[in-house]
């Protein structure tokens, strides 16, 4: 999903809430802040090796998955920041590994994974004030899930821990709720139904997922193989009728299948990239990311 993660690459912007001045002077820092990352990477990758306690490799492997995090490398990125455990919950470093974490997993195409880091966190810290931050991430991937009543649910709650003024905040939920009304949620496009319409019917399927022209072609493209299998079977051609008529069909039959399955869940993220780009401009407008 390239063109869904450059567009929310944009929330980028939420990583810097956790920037610190830890280990400030480093060489790895100073490459860092210099926008040399594959660099950084490199020497950060020194310091894990020679760290002498827990607390360091930790701090180090989290700045080299920046790092990544910086060169759209989000797996590997998440490949650095998914070994490391803390017992302690109240460490501020399991805070920001806990965000990056769910931030990749989202950029990365997984909003899924990045519910379920963001909810363990919620578990494990006692004090829900540093849930703000990852409100923003939550309700995005809540969207890309489909999940509307929670999405909602937890809008309503990040307009409740801003210091909004009564009257603000009274406007800001009834916007939310508005935005949640059944006539404004996008409309999605049932994968199961794309198929199936395009199993009965070949092309509705493509139609049915907003593609009409390459539906219409698929309908006469299928419909023109069949025509040349019967006139090749009345003329007495069974064999070629069956082999290079019927064959064929089979194959475009089901390519078309898969193909009505495919552009319906192209479709379901287009939509969801311009539902969730008003949230954007929303949050980055009105709301406190500090």
């Given at each position: 999903?390239?063109?869904?993660?450059?567009?929310?690459?944009?929330?980028?912007?939420?990583?810097?809430?956790?920037?610190?001045?830890?280990?400030?002077?480093?060489?790895?820092?100073?490459?860092?802040?210099?926008?040399?990352?594959?660099?950084?990477?490199?020497?950060?990758?020194?310091?894990?090796?020679?760290?002498?306690?827990?607390?360091?490799?930790?701090?180090?492997?989290?700045?080299?998955?920046?790092?990544?995090?910086?060169?759209?490398?989000?797996?590997?990125?998440?490949?650095?920041?998914?070994?490391?455990?803390?017992?302690?919950?109240?460490?501020?470093?399991?805070?920001?590994?806990?965000?990056?974490?769910?931030?990749?997993?989202?950029?990365?195409?997984?909003?899924?994974?990045?519910?379920?880091?963001?909810?363990?966190?919620?578990?494990?810290?006692?004090?829900?004030?540093?849930?703000?931050?990852?409100?923003?991430?939550?309700?995005?991937?809540?969207?890309?899930?489909?999940?509307?009543?929670?999405?909602?649910?937890?809008?309503r709650r990040f307009v409740?821990?801003?210091?909004?003024?009564?009257?603000?905040?009274?406007?800001?939920?009834?916007?939310?709720?508005?935005?949640?009304?059944?006539?404004?949620?996008?409309?999605?496009?049932?994968?199961?139904?794309?198929?199936?319409?395009?199993?009965?019917?070949?092309?509705?399927?493509?139609?049915?997922?907003?593609?009409?022209?390459?539906?219409?072609?698929?309908?006469?493209?299928?419909?023109?193989?069949?025509?040349?299998?019967?006139?090749?079977?009345?003329?007495?051609?069974?064999?070629?009728?069956?082999?290079?008529?019927?064959?064929?069909?089979?194959?475009?039959?089901?390519?078309?299948?898969?193909?009505?399955?495919?552009?319906?869940?192209?479709?379901n993220k287009e939509i969801?990239?311009?539902?969730?780009?008003?949230?954007?401009?929303?949050?980055?407008?009105?709301?406190?990311?500090?």
């Open positions: 999903m390239p063109n869904t993660i450059k567009f929310f690459f944009s929330f980028i912007f939420l990583c810097g809430i956790f920037l610190n001045s830890a280990a400030t002077g480093s060489k790895g820092d100073r490459l860092y802040a210099s926008g040399q990352y594959f660099e950084a990477s490199i020497e950060y990758e020194r310091m894990i090796f020679e760290a002498e306690n827990q607390t360091d490799l930790y701090y180090y492997k989290y700045k080299k998955a920046l790092c990544y995090k910086k060169l759209r490398d989000f797996g590997r990125a998440l490949n650095e920041l998914q070994p490391l455990y803390f017992t302690n919950a109240n460490d501020s470093l399991f805070q920001r590994v806990c965000y990056e974490q769910s931030l990749c997993f989202y950029l990365n195409g997984e909003p899924s994974k990045a519910l379920w880091k963001i909810d363990e966190y919620f578990h494990r810290s006692a004090d829900s004030t540093t849930h703000k931050v990852f409100m923003p991430v939550r309700l995005l991937c809540l969207n890309e899930t489909f999940q509307w009543e929670e999405a909602k649910k937890c809008f409740q821990m801003q210091s909004f003024s009564a009257e603000k905040e009274a406007e800001m939920q009834l916007m939310v709720d508005n935005l949640y009304k059944k006539r404004n949620l996008p409309r999605i496009r049932s994968i199961k139904k794309a198929e199936n319409w395009s199993r009965f019917i070949p092309g509705s399927g493509q139609i049915y997922a907003g593609k009409t022209g390459e539906g219409i072609v698929n309908f006469l493209l299928n419909a023109s193989i069949l025509a040349f299998s019967a006139q090749q079977a009345f003329n007495g051609f069974y064999i070629t009728g069956y082999l290079a008529g019927l064959g064929f069909f089979n194959k475009t039959y089901q390519g078309g299948i898969k193909r009505s399955g495919i552009l319906a869940s192209q479709k969801i990239v311009n539902f969730n780009s008003g949230i954007n401009a929303l949050i980055r407008s009105d709301f406190e990311l500090n």
